[in-house]
């Protein structure tokens, strides 16, 4: 495990949070590599912290697919395999889909401008080169075309596979060369949307996670390599 996992205890939330949020981090960052076990006793002591919300923030993170229980040997950061990737990727293709297509007949002028805003939040994320930082600003870019859509069912959906993606968006981010593909790829979904170009947004869109399972696909070979 890393030495740059600790817990931030100025944080406003319940323990069980904070742990959870702790140890979040440290699996989408590898510092908890797949497979790796997690040892109730270890990350207590490793974290300060009582045994208590170290197993309840291991069930969370069993929940969200981040961790897996193997009998008679216990959680276990769960593997990233290719074939749950493009299981993950082929709902949220779909789900993308009918987001942007609504998101060109029902956004707002208000939207229209959070998302300028965001794609250009995106933009200067990338200069960080802090992964955590450019995924957030993904995110945000994604999530107001979720809210543009309008479809409460939807985005329940898509909130719903967010986790799974987040660790999968990670691997994605990790790959510097690839960040001015995306920013490209960005800004045609957005000229789409503005444009009510719903044809070019379900291109922009499908092509968006076509390329993101293909740059995934190279990191998790190159994982393996080190």
């Keep these: ?49 009582s045994r ?14 981040l961790v897996i229980m193997i009998p008679r040997r216990g959680a276990e ?36 401008v959070a998302l300028k805003a965001a794609k250009e939040a995106f933009e200067k994320a990338t200069e960080t080169k802090d992964v955590t930082v450019i995924a957030a600003a993904d995110v945000k870019f994604h999530d107001i075309i979720i809210e543009a859509a309008g479809n409460a069912k939807l985005t329940q959906m898509i909130n719903n596979l967010a986790e799974q993606m987040y660790r999968y968006r990670f691997e994605y981010l990790k790959d510097v060369s690839g960040h001015e593909r995306i920013i490209k790829e960005h800004q045609e979904i957005y000229d789409s949307i503005m444009n009510a170009d719903v044809e070019g947004a379900l291109a922009a869109s499908g092509k968006h996670i076509d390329n993101q399972e293909t740059s995934i696909i190279r990191q998790l070979k190159l994982d393996i390599v080190r």
Excluded: W
């Design 1 to 49: 495990m890393g030495q740059d996992m600790y817990v931030n205890m100025d944080e406003f939330l319940p323990l069980r949070d904070v742990v959870f949020k702790t140890l979040r981090q440290a699996i989408l960052k590898g510092e908890l590599k797949p497979g790796e076990r997690l040892m109730e006793i270890h990350l207590a002591n490793k974290l300060g912290v």
């Design 77 to 112: 950061v769960a593997q990233i395999t290719e074939k749950n990737m493009k299981d993950v990727l082929e709902v949220r293709k779909s789900l993308d889909a009918l987001s942007v297509q609504l998101a060109c007949e029902r956004i707002t002028e208000e939207e229209k």
């Design 52 to 65: 208590t919300p170290i197993r309840e923030a291991i069930r969370m993170l069993e929940l969200e697919g």
